[in-house]
């Protein structure tokens, strides 16, 4: 069974830094696009980031732009978000996820495009 899978969750003191890494179970995630979401206790699940296949225009959410970044290292088959400057309010398990488009120029952060799904990482931010 394909299958994502996210790491790098954690306790983290506001202000702090935290790398979450997506990587999948047979399949590689190259030029695939790729999403992160996040869902905080008794909140609906919302988009953070994406990026495309291609690697151009990835997207931010307004509550995190210049503070996270999603990258990806192919050679490591890996799509990772860097979380900078973490705000209580980021605290939420973080979920990574792929539409299948591949070689794309573009990404959405809209769940609805999205349709398969890892099973989740905390983040807790708390002094």
């Known amino acids: 069974q394909l299958q994502l899978v996210e790491s790098g969750g954690g306790l983290v003191q506001p202000g702090g830094s935290l790398r979450l890494s997506c990587a999948a179970s047979?399949?590689?995630?190259?030029?695939?696009?790729i999403a992160w979401f996040r869902q905080a206790p008794g909140k609906e699940r919302e988009g953070v980031s994406c990026?495309?296949?291609?690697?151009?225009?990835?997207i931010y959410a307004d509550s995190v732009k210049g503070r996270f970044t999603i990258s990806r290292d192919n050679t490591k088959r890996t799509v990772y978000l860097q979380m900078n400057s973490l705000k209580p309010e980021d605290a939420a398990v973080y979920y990574c996820?792929?539409?299948?488009?591949?070689?794309?120029?573009?990404?959405?952060?809209?769940?609805?495009?999205?349709?398969?799904w890892g099973q989740g990482t905390e983040v807790i931010v708390s002094s």
């Open positions: 047979r399949f590689t995630l190259d030029y695939y696009t």
């Open positions: 996820a792929t539409d299948w488009q591949r070689y794309s120029y573009i990404c959405t952060i809209a769940e609805i495009s999205y349709t398969a």
């Open positions: 990026l495309s296949g291609s690697g151009s225009r990835p």
